[in-house]
């Protein structure tokens, strides 16, 4: 019999509905994940009761979408989703279902799930709940959806991207029918929220397999993205060693955007509703990762200063996966004299120099654009050379410019 360590909290959920008589499984990605070897990020369980009566038996409980069925609940700060079994109806072009229909039957539960992978629910008291041959798809290795593919994407057109998104995260394939479907019902993506295409896509890229985002071109879903992501795909030539950058969500995407201009880019990532932080960071790493930074320290520092320290690091990591060869010596110049420069606490930011605007003002310049341009040109001086970063040194030159 297969068995799954299940967490404590999770466990003591499942007892407790067992005790009130009612059934109880873990389900869908911590079912997959745990037969994979692979930590489960979240475990989700599935249950008879009905929302009203998981909330009666436990004290601390958070309504996340009692609508849809799901009751958060809550075991030492850890929140563990607790959802009752149910029949999806038609979905809409939002997050959910129009309508759901709750049953007392955990096979009907499993059939609504997207792909064999997701659809298996275990219990230490039953083993392993697995209507659709889930685990011998994972072995093998193959993505195949619940039921008659084209009728599942057609209910909701998300799982099409989601079926890309668990290939790259597994280093799965598509299976035959699955594949076939996908093609024939992406024009259906179109009517899909942005929000909830970015986060399939978003977690495509952090994967370990980000290349995997040409499948998503070859199956012919550009267009039904957006028309700016189909000419991006296009532009790029090659995906290139873009899982060697670590995963973080800026740096995996510029790096995919790359060979955009980076308004363009920005551009892609606005109509997806990345967040702000995000798109700032693409934009930065898309402007700059071709300029080839000399192997000088004034230049370097005045590069630094333009930059946060964590995204002048994710630069550099950025221009080792992409620069020509050529760049490849200097390159590691530059980072050797970037940790000296750090090391050395030499100030690269306007807000650590000697001299302020107020100090300038008391020894009676006048606030205004004129302040900013001498301040500025002090800074310049500072970043040529770190030991001028002296008051007095400072007042001086003021003087002169
Ligand atoms: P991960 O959380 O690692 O991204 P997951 O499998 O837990 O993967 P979720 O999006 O958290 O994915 O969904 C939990 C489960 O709900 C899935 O395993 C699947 O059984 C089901 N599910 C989620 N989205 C859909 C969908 N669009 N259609 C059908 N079933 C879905
Ligand atoms: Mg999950």
Redesign the pocket.
């Known amino acids: 019999m297969v068995k799954i360590q299940i967490p404590e909290a999770a466990e003591k959920i499942m007892e407790q509905l067992n005790a009130h008589g009612f059934e109880a499984y873990a ?4 079912v ?2 745990s037969l994979l070897g692979r930590e489960p ?2 475990w ?1 369980i599935t249950t008879s009761a009905k929302p009203e009566q998981v909330k009666e038996i436990f004290p601390r409980t958070v309504d996340t979408g009692i609508q849809h069925g799901t009751v958060t609940v809550l075991i030492d700060r850890m929140g563990y989703e607790v959802t009752t079994y149910r029949i999806d109806g038609e979905y809409e072009d939002g997050r959910h279902p129009r309508e759901v229909e709750f049953t007392g039957n955990l096979l009907e539960d499993l059939k ?4 064999t992978i ?2 298996m629910a275990y219990s230490s008291r039953e083993g392993l709940v697995d209507a659709f041959d889930g685990r011998k798809d994972l072995q093998r290795g193959v993505v195949r959806c619940v039921g008659n593919a084209m009728d599942r994407f057609r209910e ?1 057109a ?2 099409i991207l ?1 079926a890309i998104r668990f290939c790259a ?1 597994l280093g799965f394939d598509m299976e035959r029918e699955t594949e076939q479907a996908i093609s024939a019902i992406a024009p259906n993506l179109a009517k899909v929220s942005k929000e909830r295409i970015q986060v399939e896509l978003t ?1 495509l890229l952090l994967s370990s397999h980000p290349e995997r985002i040409t499948d998503v071109y070859e199956n012919g879903i550009g267009p039904f993205i957006s028309d700016r992501f189909e000419r991006a795909g296009k532009r790029l030539a090659a995906i290139g060693p873009v899982c060697f950058l670590p995963s973080k969500k800026h740096m995996r995407w510029a790096g995919f955007l790359r060979m955009e201009d980076y308004e363009a880019a920005a551009a892609i990532l606005r109509d997806l509703k990345l967040d702000n932080e995000t798109i700032e960071g693409v934009r930065t790493l898309v402007s700059l990762w071709k300029t080839e930074i000399p192997a000088h320290k004034p230049a370097i520092r005045k590069v630094m200063s333009g930059l946060s320290d964590e995204l002048f690091d994710d630069l550099l990591c950025f221009q080792e996966a992409f620069c020509r060869e050529e760049y490849r010596d200097q390159l590691k110049e530059v980072k050797q004299y970037s940790e000296e420069i750090k090391k050395a606490g030499d100030c690269i930011r306007l807000k650590d120099m000697a001299v302020t605007g107020r100090e300038l003002i008391e020894a009676g310049r006048k606030p205004g654009p004129k302040l900013g341009a001498l301040l500025n040109s002090l800074f310049e001086e500072v970043l040529k050379c770190p030991e001028c970063n002296d008051r007095e040194y400072l007042m001086e030159l003021a003087k002169k410019l």
Do not use: M
């Open positions: 389900v869908g990605g911590c997959r994940d990020e979240d989700d609504r799930r997207d792909f997701n659809a909701d998300l799982r989601r995260q977690k």
